[in-house]
């Protein structure tokens, strides 16, 4: 292993995550604070209700963020630990960050104070560090990824209050701000760590059968909470409503048109895990922008249909393009399930503005906003990552969680088996 | 393979489900709408209110359709990308279609107008062609089971729609409206599709180890949402508690009585995981149609002790003899987790209703109802589905992905490495 | 096998079981009832909206008893059938047992009324036998365990009583009356068990690749619904608001530190999946006590970072010394998830009230009841449990299905292949 390639994180890691940890604890001392919920809210509900209507909507979305993104990537063989397991710590360390950079932005008397509606929105600052993580999964150390979550948070924050509080755009479930966003800003990143290396694949970058249903596990929780998730920050009451049912008919839709092109681009008609994995997402991303308009059920189902179309094909056709002309290695296919649709989502945002009377160039501002911040900052944080301290692992041991993490012997000693086997018995029995 | 099978799906399946989607927006542009909640409802609620009352249990209902049904059916070694991803798709075009078929009974000004309420029984609906799923589960092509959907909801709604308005029969948890009828659906259309093959077994009609597990993540969570299911439409406050509390119990006494006779049926007194993963679930069925009546919570009990004891029973003695007798091959008992157990709770119903006064002819006309249009209906969609052009598998491909899906290769190489032992070593470094 | 390991449950278990589910439904029968919630409550809401707002919280404690504890010990690479399938058990036992042994220090003209709130504290009361099992895990009959939940719900209720309504103490998120009481509670009872026969280790007692992955399922439920366990039961609105965010910020700094420890006591840096899936999970634990308390976000999130630190080293450096010096072997390290975090919990508690001025000796003497009342109860119990009628399994079936299961047989083929390689083909081909 060439000296470049130091990935013992024994020193580098404690010391860098409890930093950062320390660090948080003391801003949040001197920032963060209770929100008092016992006045009169909206609506003629006292908050208190307001906690106890949004609360519910919080955990569907905390589901989609731990489980959800954790396990959707642990499709790949020999990299469910990491997928699951750096999710959650990116997403911890991710939603302590973003209470702070969101909140920096809307100080009450110099203070936080955060509610229900603040946890869902770090949350939600969360996913397009998860995004991110999707398009670098397996190339990257832990060190780079604890790197990469405060550096993109702090961008997001900026990123979402041009287009949320001085563009004054529409971004209800966020297709933009979060989707196109961590998408792009992810695709920024592999690009700048792009790795010869690995241009014709690596054996462990693949599933095996039972990594795939675990991916499923993640798919499905996405998909069923999917309507939280683009309704949470919507006004309470109908616009929450006409949110829900505009995501439930627009995934529904969605799952129709990915399972049939899934079948029609495959030679014997065969559905392909990857894209029912990840194009049946499609449709609640791109409706995020209008979740809140009235389209119509009809309308939404329009944007899912559509969605479920483009984001399959891009699996198919797009993804093996991009990594061999422009080096651009999207170990999920990021660009597909959040690039495209997150686009698509903005671009129907511009056209409902436009036809009800909106401001379409605010839309507009907003989208361009959203990719051009996530290209420039991606590219930045690549250059930070790509760093040869931050022990990223040689192309031999990506995809590969033993590299970073203890794993049960078992799975040597079959690799043992299978390449020995007459003396894997001993060593089994030893 | 002879020419009567023809399982590549590439046209026949993108064709009917991308139709069919299309379709269906067009009827949705037709006949659907927002419902408007701005005013006020019952019990001094505002409709506002209801909403956030009401979308926390949808999501678990939502939950138990697509996470517990679709990992239930995983038990199968080779089948767990079909259980889960066409579980998927059969519930996205259900809930669809469900919208459609029960919207049309009630239309408000010419429209359906969608609420929380409407969307907790799509997936109702749905629910019945999940069950019968599991009757035919391994043996039939993703087109057939399309066409399934679309004739089951329909004559579901029919079904629900004499039993609810015309009847005016309770049956608050659908013991008998969606798992009788389900049940005894998909048994008819496993009959009329009977595989003579079949007869003595097939090598991949079984579990492994990790697919009991995945399972087990189905009924989990159908077991802890089911009173979720059993109170969503019951009338709010007082009602729904009493639904909750009864299937909290029911399906608490079932656990015991489940494990107990998986026990005792056999030789050694060790626990079978399919009656843990199905017959602890019969409570909740059983306890259906009463589930908001003054039952009392050791009534509930008495319910689901029983159940548990029946459902058993089924698995162990029953399901063994209808296969051999009468031809009827039910992949994964639904005969024993949904009809019997549907039919106990509408027989339990007819006797509360007795006893408390109500009308127990429309109870005993409810259930029979049920059941005789669910057989037919059954058998005439199995007729349907029999025809030779929509490609169902061959009996050596039953219960095998690999027909209908592409199948990671290690699947295949260790498979091989199980049969050639010395040659797998190439082939997985090739 | 020595006559003393009658294993074969076939009678025994199911009169045990049966024989409670009977008495269980007898005592319902006299003293359960349901709650009249139609009259109107605190914060001018309604019983019924209480219902509602509760609810929610209730699915989401369920959750973690069923799902978080079910698969977080089903890391065992062969254990899981038990792990899951027994956790199951327990708790549907366990709870309809609590309500009696709670309720019955709490009637209501001679009733226990059941709503939401006491199903909650049902759900529970059975974490301390969920938490114990942890301890005994693998080497523990279904009629010993059953036998537990007897007698640890009832002196756990008894220990409940005496700390919230003699004492008065505060323990909201119960990090005394649960996890230290279920912890040393289950560390008795497996001292009373020890087996000098797994002194050095047992070839099951590990983990396998997907088995780690399971588990997560259980880690990451229980990591994100934490904050309604934590809440639950909280004063509603502006209390229930703090406990949330405390245990939130608490366990987010948790994650940090226990990845930090991880990396840092490893040689290569490397993570290990036991403190991944545990010690990420203490800061919950620890918050509980003083969940509800005004200790600031930072403080919430100081006892979480103390708690990961303290957990890991637990895992790292306690448990073998545990094991080695004092006879106690507790498979899971509840020791270190439940046990020490919950001491800290109870300081911490102690600390606040000291600060707050209320009575720090009450929440002294609540603590100390609750270790010190849970040491000796567990003792009785494992003494009880060790009469040689109850079916134990015999050292060398620890930690396996197969003695209580019927497991596929592929497992067993697996391992028959492994040990006899060229045999193997004609056993899967039979």
Redesign the interface.
Same mark, same amino acid.
């Given at each position: 292993m060439p000296s470049s390639y130091q990935t013992?994180?024994? &020193? !580098? $890691?404690?010391i860098l995550?409890?930093s &950062?940890?320390i660090l948080?604890?003391?801003l949040? %001392?001197v920032f963060?604070?209770? !929100?008092?919920?016992?006045g009169t809210g909206s #609506? *003629?509900?006292?908050t208190?209700?307001r906690? @106890?209507?949004l609360?519910?909507?919080f955990? =569907?979305v #905390?589901?989609m963020i731990?489980?959800g993104f954790? $396990?959707l990537m642990?499709f790949l063989?020999?990299y469910? $630990?990491s997928s699951? %397991?750096f999710n959650?710590?990116l997403a911890?360390?991710g &939603?302590?960050w973003g209470i702070l950079m969101q909140g920096l932005w809307h100080l009450h008397n110099g203070k936080i104070e955060? =509610?229900?509606y603040k946890?869902i929105n770090a949350d939600f600052s969360t996913a397009t560090v998860l995004i991110s993580f999707g398009a670098v999964l397996g190339k990257t150390s832990?060190v780079q990824l604890l790197i990469m979550t405060i550096l993109e948070i702090t961008i997001f924050a900026m990123n979402e209050h041009l287009v949320v509080e001085i563009l004054e755009a529409t971004d209800t479930g966020a297709s933009m701000t979060i989707h196109a966003f961590g998408a792009y800003f992810g695709l920024a990143v592999t690009r700048v760590l792009y790795r010869p290396g690995l241009k014709n694949g690596h054996e462990n970058e *693949?599933?095996?059968? #039972?990594s =795939?249903?675990?991916a499923?596990?993640g798919t499905?929780?996405l998909?069923?909470?999917w309507p939280?998730f683009n309704s949470a920050i919507a006004a309470?009451?109908?616009d929450?409503?006409?949110a829900?049912?505009n995501t439930?008919?627009s995934?529904?839709?969605c /799952?129709?048109?990915a399972?049939?092109?899934s079948?029609?681009v495959?030679? !014997? *008609? !065969?559905?392909?895990?990857v894209h029912?994995q990840n194009a049946?997402l499609a449709g609640g991303v791109a409706v995020g922008t209008c979740a809140d308009m @009235?389209i119509?059920?009809?309308g939404a189902?329009?944007i899912g249909?559509v969605a479920g179309i483009i984001s399959t094909f891009g699996f198919k056709f797009l993804t093996p393009i991009l990594a061999s002309k422009l080096g651009i290695q999207d170990t999920c296919g990021v660009h597909n399930l959040h690039g495209m649709p997150g686009v698509l989502g903005g671009m129907a945002g511009i056209v409902a503005a436009a036809i009800t009377g909106r401001s379409f160039q605010m839309q507009s501002a907003a989208l361009a906003s959203s990719v051009g911040i996530a290209i420039i900052g991606g590219a930045i944080t690549g250059f930070i990552m790509k760093l040869p301290i931050w022990g990223q692992p040689p192309d031999q041991n990506c995809f590969d969680d033993s590299i970073?993490?203890? /794993?049960?012997?078992?799975?040597e000693e079959e690799e043992n #088996?299978?390449?020995h %086997?007459?003396h894997?018995?001993n060593k089994?029995e030893a």
């Open positions: 013992n994180m024994r &020193l !580098k $890691f404690p995550a409890i &950062l940890e948080i604890i003391i949040f %001392g963060v604070t209770y !929100k008092d919920i016992s #609506h *003629g509900n006292s208190d209700n906690f @106890h209507a609360y519910p909507m955990q =569907d #905390h589901v731990f489980i954790g $396990f642990t063989k020999r469910g $630990f699951v %397991g959650m710590l911890a360390l &939603l302590q955060v =509610d229900v946890m832990p *693949g599933s095996v059968y #039972h =795939d249903l675990f499923m596990i499905v929780f998909w069923m909470f939280s309470e009451g109908q929450q409503l006409i829900v049912i439930y008919f995934l529904s839709a /799952v129709l048109t399972f049939a092109i079948s029609l495959q030679e !014997k *008609g !065969k559905f392909d895990m029912i049946t @009235h119509g059920p009809y189902m329009l249909f970073y993490w203890e /794993v049960p012997e078992e799975g #088996h299978l390449a %086997g007459e894997s018995t089994i």
